[in-house]
C-alpha cells in the first residue's frame, strides 16, 4: 500500500513538472514584456500553442529519414525523465536512485545528441549551422556541469539530488568559497543550456544569431510541439536543480504526508516565479554574444567548476 | 579442464591457418577458414565464460614441452586471463561472423586467409601465457600476425608506410617489455611467473612500471606511442581492423594490468598518478585528433586512442588507491577499467563492421563523399547509431556505465594524502568530462555526415545494403550495448573474482538489488539503474505518441525542405566533416595543433573556385618521431663507414676490443 | 568567533579571487574598468567584515579609503581618462583568454600549495585566507603581463594592492600608517603612470606597449 502511495506522488511530479514547464517560459516572457513596456503575450500562450502545433499537419522534407521523424518523441521523453528526476515538492521520491546528477547531465546529453543529428538530417546548410555549434557549446557546458556536480557530490558526500539537497539543508556545510564558485559555474551553464541571452536568442530566427532555432529549423506540426515541450521542461530542469541545492528550505521529504507535500509545492512555485523573474531581468539587461566568446564564457564556467572542485580537494582535512 | 579445452581451440585455429596457406585459392576457403574460427571462439567463449562465472577450474595451471628447454611453455587460467579470454573470443566470434560475409568480397584472399585464425591464436595464446618467454614470444606473433593483415592491401597508397611504422613500433614495444620482464626476473633468472610473483624483488620497480607503460602502452595507443594505430588500423580488412581496436589493445592492457598489478607487487602512490595523468592526456588528444579527421576509420582508430586513455585512467586510480591502502576504492577503479574494456571492445567492434558495411557498399571511406546512406543501408544506419550512442556515454547504454564508475572512483580520491594526488586527480575529472562531451561531438559528425543528409556522390547514392552475415554480427554486438546498460549489476559481479585477486577486495553483490540497481559504493552514496531509465524513457515516449497520435493529429504530408525559404538543389552545400568540426577546431585545435585555416578567394569575375587550406601540426610526431628518424638516419650515415675500412682498421678494431675487454677485466677483479 | 563570521569572511575572500578572474576575462576596457570597481568593492566589504570580527575599528578607515578611492574615485578617473584619449575600447590578450584563465588555475593551485604547508599552525579558514590573498597577487601580475594595453596593466597593478591588503587584514590587523604609506606610494605611482599615458599616447595615437618597442636603441 505505501508502495503504491510512493509511486503515485511520484507519478504526480512528473505530471506536475509536464504541467508547470509552459507555465515558467509563460511567465519569463511576460515579464520580459513589461520590462520592456510592451503588453506581452498572456501568461498561457505557450500552452495555447502547444495545443495548436499539436493538432497540426506534419509537413516532412523530402528526403526526411525515420530518424527525423522518431527523434522528436525520444528528445521529449529523455528531458521528461530527466526533469521528473530532480526534486520539486519532495526529496527521496521512490524513483531518485535511479538516477544521480551525473545520470541527469547524461540523458540531457541523449537528447542533445538526437536533436543535433535530427539537425543534420534534410540536408540543409541550416541545420548544419545549429549542429555544429550546439556540440561546441555542449562540448564545454557539459564538462562545466559535470565540474559543478563533482564540486556539490564532494560537499554532500553523495551524487543523488535527494542527498545533496537533503545535506544543503543541514549544519555541516555553511557558507563556503566552493559553493559560490559553483553557483556561478551553474547558472552559466543554465543559460548556455538553455539557449537564454546571452549564449543564444531564443525568440529570434536570423541565422547569424541562431543556435537551437536552426536545428529545428525542419521541424513542424507535433514533432515542433514535442521538441517546444521539451526545451521548456529542459529550463525547468535548470532552475529546479538550481533551487534543490542552493535554495533547499521549504522541501519535503517524501513519507512527510499530503500537507507537506502542498506547502512544499506552494514554496516550489514561489521558488519558480522568483527565478523566472530574475531570469527575465538578467536577459534584458544584457546583451547577445559573438558565437565565439561563448566558448570563453562557457571556458569561464568550466574554469570556475575546476577551481570550485579543486578548492574542496585540497582543503579536506582527511 | 577448461585450460585444456581452451588450448586445444588454439591448436585448431593454429591449423586452420596453415591449412589456410594451402587451400586459400579454393571457392569455399573463406567460408570454412571463417566458420571454424567462428566454432573455435564461440566454444572457447563459452569456456572462459563458463569458468570466470562458476569461479570452476580457475588457477589450472599446463606446461608444455615446446620453447626453451630449461623453462618450457607455462599456461595458466586465472580469473583475470578468464575475462580477457571472454573479451578476446567475443570479438573474435563477431568478427568471425562479420567475416563469412564480408570475406566473399576480399580480393586476395590468400593475404587474409591464413593470417586471422593465426591472429586470433596469438591473441588467446598472450593471454593465456604463464611465463616471460612464452609471453614475449606469442605476443611477436600477434603483431606478426597482425602486420601480415596489414599489408593484405600492400599496393595501395600509406598501407606500406603504416605497415612499415606499425613494425617498427611493435619492435620497440616487445624490446621494452623485455626488458621489464629482465628486470622482474633479477640476477637468479626465474622466468616463470610463479617464481617473479615469490621473489618480490623491490628495486627498479619504478623502471619495470615505466617500462611496462611505454612497452604495453605503445601496444595500446597511449599518447605520444599512439602515432601507428591510425596509420594501421585503417589499412586492414574491416574486420581485422575491429579485432585491432577493439581487441587487440585490450590484450596490450591485459598486459599492463599483469605486470603491474599482479607481477610487481605493491605500487607506489606516483605510479597512479603518472598513469592515470597519461590516460586523461591520451583521452582528450585522442578525441580531438578523431575530430579533425574525415576518414571515417582513422576517425574509429583515434577514438580507440581515447578510450585506451579512459582505461588507463581508471588503472591509474586503482594503482593510487592500492597504494594508500584504500583496495574497496581500487576494487572500484579497477572495476571501472575493466568494465570499459569489455564495453568498448563490444561498440568499437561494431562500429567498425558499419565502416565495413559502408566502405564494401560505396568503395570509399572518406565521409566527405558519402551522405544519406541512411536511406539506402537502413539496418546497418540502425546498428551504426546505436555504436554511435553508445560510444559517447548516454544512457540507457553500456558506455555510460563503465564512464559513471570511473567518476565514482574520481569522486572518492579526495582521501587520498599526496598533495600531488590532490591537485592531478581534479584535473584528471575535468579532463574526462572533456573528452566525454567531445567524443559526442565528434559521432554526431560521423554518423550525421555519413549517414544522414542528402547523397553527396554518386556511389552514396547507389549504395545497397550488406549480407546476413555482416548484419547479424552486428546485431548480436547491438543486442550487448543495451544489455550491458541495462543489466550492468551481472558484469560488475562477474568481475567480482578479478579485483579480489588483483586488488584484494570487490565490490559489494550487486545482484540483489532491487530493479537492477547498481550501487558501487553505498546506497547513500550513489546509484544507477539502467533498466529503470529505459523503462521510463520507453514509456514517456511511448505514452507520448499514444496520446498524440489518439488525440490530436497524426497527420503527415511530404514536400519540399522549408530551408528558409532558399531551397538549394546541390547537396554540396550540406555540411562537410570539415565545416562540422570548424568551431571546435577554432576552439581547441588553434591551441593543441596549431590549427590555421587560409582561403584563398579568387577575384570578382573569375569563375574558378574558392579553396580553403585548413593546417594541423600534429605535435608528438614533430617533436618526437621527426627527431628521432633525423637522429637515427645521421647515425647510421656515420657507422656506414664501418662498411668501407681497410684490412688494417679492422684489424685495429679487433685488436682495440681485446685490449678493451681484458682491461676491464683487470679492474673488476 | 563563530563559525558564520568565518564563513563570511572566507567567502568574500573567494569573492575576490573570483573578481580577479573576472578581471582576466574581460576584453573591453568600460568592462574592464567596471570590473576592477567591483573588485574594490569587495576588498572594501571584506575589509570591513574583519573590523567587525576583530573588533578593530582603524580598519574600518581603511575599508572606507578602500571603497572611496578605489571604487569609485579612481574608476571615474580612468574612464574620463579613456574619452579623453579616444582610446581604442577592445584589449588584446597575448594569449587567447581561454588559456590565460588556465594559467590563472594554475597559480591558485601553485599558491595554495605554498601556503598550506608553510602555516600550519594557523586555522584552516586562515591558512585559505592567505592562500588566496596570495593567488590575487599572482594573477594581478598574471593579468600585468598577459595584456598589450598601458591601461589594462595599470588595473593590473592596483588589483596586486588589494590583495596585499587583504593578506595583511586577514593576519590580525595592521596599523593604519602602514596601509596610509602604502596607499599613498600606490598614489603617486598612478599619477606617474597617467602621465605616461598622456605622453604615450600623445607621441605614438596608441597606447598599446608593442609599438614603443619599435622605438628602442638597439634595433639592427
Sequence with gaps: MAVALDLTVQLGQMLIVLALAPLLTGYVRKVKARLLRRQGPPLLQPYRDLLRLVRKEVVLAQNASWLFRVAPYLIFATTWVAAALVPTFATGLIFSQAADMIAIVALLGSARFMLALAGLDVGTSFGGIGSSREMMIASLAEPAMLMVVFTLSLLAGSTQLSSIAASMQGPGIGLRVSLALALVGLIMVAIAENARIPVDNPATHLELTMVHEAMILEYSGRHLALIEAASFLKLLLYVSVIACVFVPWGTAVSGQGLDAYVAGLGIYAAKLAAAGCMLAVFETVIAKMRVFRVSDFLGAALMLGFLATLLLFVSRVT | MALAGLLWCIATLLGTAVAAIAMARHRSATT???????????????????????????????????????????????????????????????????????????????????????????????????????????????????????????????????????????????????????????????????AIRSAQTASLAGAVLVLALVGAGSKAGLVPLHVWLPLAHPAAPSHVSALMSGVMTKVAVYGFVRIVFDLLGSPVWWWGGLVALLG??????????????????????????????????????????????????????LTAALFHVFNHSVFKSLLFFGAGAVLTATGERDMERLGGLIHRMPFTAFAFLIGSAAISALPPFNGFVSEWLTFQAILLSPALPQWLLKFLIPAIGALLA?????????????????????PRTEVARDAAETDRWSLASMFVLVALCLLAGILPGYFIDALAPVSQALAGAQLPRQEQLDWLTIVPIAQSRSSYSGLLLFLFIAM??????EVIHRWASAATRRSAPWDCGFPDASPVTQYTAGSFSQPIRRVFGSVVFRAREEVHIPPPGDASAARMHVRLHDVPWDVLYVPTAKLVNLAADRLNKVQFMTIRAYLTLVFGALVVLLAVLAVWQ | MDQLALDVAHLLAGGLVLASFMLLYQDRMTGLINTFALHALVV????????????????YITAAIALIVKALVIPLALHRIIVRLDIHRTIEPVVGIGQTMLAGIGLVALSVMVMLPITAQAGTLAREDLAFALSVILLGLLMMISRRNAVSQVIGFMSIENGLILAATGAKGMPLVVEISVAFSILIALIVIGIFLFRIRERFETVDIHVLHEHRGEQP
Design chain 2, 32 to 194: 570454412l577458414v571463417y566458420g571454424v574460427a567462428l566454432c573455435a571462439c564461440v566454444i572457447a567463449l563459452a569456456m572462459a565464460g563458463w569458468s570466470l562465472l562458476t569461479l570452476n577450474s580457475l588457477g589450472q595451471a599446463l606446461t608444455l614441452p615446446v620453447g626453451l628447454p630449461w623453462l618450457g611453455a607455462h599456461f595458466r587460467i586465472d580469473a583475470l586471463a578468464a575475462f580477457f579470454l571472454l573479451v578476446v573470443n567475443l570479438g573474435g566470434a563477431t568478427a568471425s561472423l562479420y567475416g563469412l560475409g564480408y570475406g566473399r568480397h576480399e580480393e586476395t584472399p590468400g593475404r587474409v586467409l591464413p593470417f586471422y585464425p593465426a591472429f586470433l591464436a596469438g591473441m588467446n595464446l598472450v593471454v593465456l601465457a604463464d611465463d616471460a618467454f612464452t609471453f614475449l614470444f606469442t605476443w611477436e606473433f600477434m603483431s606478426l600476425a597482425s602486420w601480415a593483415l596489414v599489408m593484405a592491401h600492400h599496393r595501395r597508397p600509406g598501407n606500406a608506410t603504416a605497415g612499415y611504422i606499425y613494425l617498427l613500433m611493435a619492435g620497440f614495444g616487445t624490446l621494452a617489455l623485455l626488458l621489464a620482464f629482465g628486470l622482474l626476473a633479477g640476477p637468479a633468472g626465474g622466468y616463470a611467473f610463479d
Design chain 2, 434 to 454: 572533456l573528452s566525454a562531451a567531445l567524443a559526442a561531438a565528434c559521432f554526431v559528425k560521423a554518423f550525421g555526415v555519413s549517414f544522414l543528409g542528402r
Design chain 2, 280 to 333: 586523461g592526456v591520451t583521452a582528450v588528444m585522442g578525441v580531438l585528433y578523431a575530430l579533425m579527421e574525415h576518414d571515417l576509420k582513422r576517425l574509429l582508430a583515434y577514438h580507440t586512442v581515447e578510450n585506451i586513455g579512459i582505461i588507463f585512467i581508471g588503472l591509474g586510480l586503482a594503482l593510487a588507491f592500492e597504494a594508500n591502502e584504500m583496495p574497496g576504492a581500487a576494487a572500484l577503479g
Design chain 3, 44 to 59: 572594501s566589504f571584506s575589509v570591513a567584515w574583519q573590523a567587525y570580527i576583530q573588533q578593530a575599528p582603524h580598519l
Design chain 2, 540 to 545: 514517456a515516449a511511448g505514452v507520448g505518441a
